[in-house]
C-alpha cells in the first residue's frame, strides 16, 4: 500500500494518505488533543450523475433523478436489520448524506472507534435490495419529497436553480421527484451499485482522536477485493443564458423570502478554487456585514439578520447565491445590481482587500479545528481534484489585481435570476 505524507508547514499540520491495493483512497488525519473521531466513506455519486458509463460499457445508461439519494437509504438495510443497529453496540453516532455530487456514510464516536470503523466498512460493502424492499421505500421517499415541496426555503433555493439552469441535473430536487423514484428497481440499484460503489470509485476519510496504525489494520481487514473500473460521468452541456430572470411562488410565509443567483462561468481543479476563493472576496467587500451596502438596506428594513451570500460550486455548475427575508425582494435585486455595477466601476480598493483576505484566511485556518470539518473537506477536495492545504496556499499568493480580474468577468446583470416565495394571500 503506497503511503504518502502530506505537510502543510505554515499551519503546521499533516495527514496520512494512502493508495490501497483495492483502488481505495484513504485519508487519515489524526488530530492531537481532540476527544472525538470522524469518519466518513464516500463515493463519486450524487443527484447529479443521472449519465454514466464504466470502461467496459459501450453505451450511457441514463437513470431516473433520485437513485444516488435512493441507494443511501437502502444501504442502511440488510438481511438482518439495519446498519445503525451496528453502531447501537458501539455508542457511535451514524448518518449519511447524498449531494449533489457524492454520497458519504459517517460516523462519530469517541470510543470504540475501530469497532465503528470495522462496521462502516462492512455495511457499506454489503448491498441488500429485493423488490418489495424498494417498493417499500419509494413510499417512505415520496413522503419525504411531498414533504419538502412545502419547505419554503428548500423550494426557494431549487426554484433559483431551475431559474438559472436549463440542462445541468443540478436544477433537479436531491431526492428526485415521484415520477422519478417510481422507476427504480431492485436491479437498478444493483447496477448504480456495482459502478459507483467500486472502491476505485470511493475514498474513506477519518479526523481526530484515533490511532493510525490500528485504523489501517481495521481498514486492511475490512476491505473486499475490487476490479478496478474508470466511471465517466456525463452532463449535459449547459447552455450559457439562464432559463429565466424570475420565479415565484406563494407559500406558508410570514415575510417574503428571496434567493439571487449569477450563474458564472464552470472551471476545474485549482482554477475553480482560486476563483472561489477570490470570489469568496469579492461577495464580502459587496455585501458582507460590514460593506456599506449591507448596512444601508438593514437601515432601510430591506433586509434582515436572515441576509447572506454563498458561492455555489461543483462538478459542472457555478454560481453566486444572495438569500434572505425582505418584505420587497425585487427592490434588494435592483440594488443588488445596482450596487455590483458600482463596484465594478470602482474596483476593490487595497485596504478592503486586505481586510476580507484576512477574514477568510483566518476562517479557513479555524477549520482545521473542526474534526467533523477536517474529515468533509478531506473527501470534497479529494473528488473536486484539489488538496486540503491547496485552498490555504492559493489565497496566500493571491493579489488584487487578479481579485478585481475575476469580479469584473463575474456578477454580469444578463445572467441574474431571482426566486421569491410570497406568503399565501388570503
Not at 438482518?80 to 453502531?87: H, I, K
Not at 426557494?156 to 436531491?174: E, H, M, S, T, W
Request: hydrophobic content about 35%; proline content about 3%; some cysteine.
Amino acid at each position: 500500500m503506497k503511503q504518502q505524507v502530506i505537510k502543510n508547514e505554515r499551519l503546521k499540520e499533516q495527514y496520512y494518505s494512502f493508495e490501497h491495493e483495492t483502488g481505495l483512497k484513504i485519508l487519515l488525519y489524526p488530530m492531537k488533543g481532540y476527544r472525538s473521531c470522524y469518519a466518513l466513506f464516500g463515493t463519486n455519486l450524487g443527484s447529479i450523475d443521472t449519465t454514466f458509463k464504466t470502461d467496459g460499457d459501450q453505451d450511457y445508461t441514463i437513470v431516473p433523478e433520485g437513485v444516488a439519494h435512493f441507494l443511501e437509504h437502502k444501504l442502511f438495510e440488510s438481511e438482518d436489520g439495519d446498519a445503525f443497529s451496528l453502531f447501537a453496540k458501539t455508542g457511535a453516532s451514524a448518518n449519511a448524506f447524498t449531494s449533489f455530487e457524492k454520497t458519504c456514510y459517517l460516523f462519530s464516536a469517541t470510543n470504540q472507534i475501530e469497532e465503528s470503523l470495522a462496521s462502516l466498512l462492512k455495511f457499506v460493502q454489503e448491498p441488500y435490495f429485493t423488490q418489495q424492499t424498494v417498493e417499500k421505500e419509494q413510499g417512505i421517499i415520496g413522503q419525504e419529497i411531498r414533504m419538502y415541496q412545502d419547505d419554503p426555503e428548500w423550494r426557494v433555493f431549487f426554484n433559483l436553480l431551475g431559474a438559472l439552469y436549463q440542462k445541468n441535473p443540478v436544477r433537479i430536487d436531491i431526492a428526485g421527484t415521484e415520477e422519478s423514484i417510481a422507476r427504480i428497481d431492485a436491479e437498478l440499484l444493483y447496477k448504480c451499485y456495482h459502478t459507483f460503489y467500486n472502491l476505485n470509485n470511493m475514498v474513506l476519510a477519518v479526523a481526530g482522536n484515533f490511532d493510525v496504525e490500528a485504523a489501517l489494520k481495521v481498514i486492511e481487514n475490512g476491505l473486499k477485493p475490487s476490479q478496478k473500473v474508470q466511471v465517466y460521468h456525463q452532463v449535459p452541456e449547459e447552455p450559457k443564458e439562464i432559463c429565466t430572470s424570475k420565479v415565484e411562488q406563494n407559500l406558508s410565509v410570514s415575510t417574503p423570502l428571496f434567493q439571487i443567483g449569477f450563474k458564472e462561468q464552470v472551471l476545474e481543479g485549482l482554477e475553480q478554487l482560486k476563483t472561489q476563493i477570490a470570489t469568496e472576496i469579492i461577495l464580502d467587500v459587496l455585501a458582507g456585514e460590514a460593506s456599506s451596502f449591507y448596512r444601508r438596506l438593514y437601515d432601510t428594513g430591506l433586509i434582515n439578520q436572515t441576509f447572506g451570500y454563498e458561492v455555489f460550486t461543483g462538478r459542472g455548475y457555478f454560481a453566486n447565491i444572495f438569500s434572505g427575508e425582505s418584505k420587497d425582494p425585487e427592490v434588494v435585486f435592483t440594488q443588488l445590481k445596482q450596487e455590483i455595477q458600482t463596484l465594478k466601476q470602482q474596483g476593490i480598493t487595497q485596504a478592503e482587500f486586505t481586510r476580507c483576505k484576512k477574514c477568510l484566511y483566518g476562517h479557513m485556518v479555524r477549520r482545521f479545528n473542526n474534526v467533523e470539518g477536517v474529515a468533509l473537506n478531506l473527501v470534497s477536495s479529494y473528488f473536486a481534484g484539489v488538496d486540503i492545504y491547496d485552498s490555504v496556499g492559493i489565497i496566500e499568493q493571491l493579489t488584487l489585481q487578479e481579485v478585481n480580474e475575476v469580479l469584473k468577468n463575474s456578477l454580469k446583470e444578463e445572467f441574474a435570476a431571482i426566486s421569491i416565495v410570497n406568503p399565501v394571500k388570503e
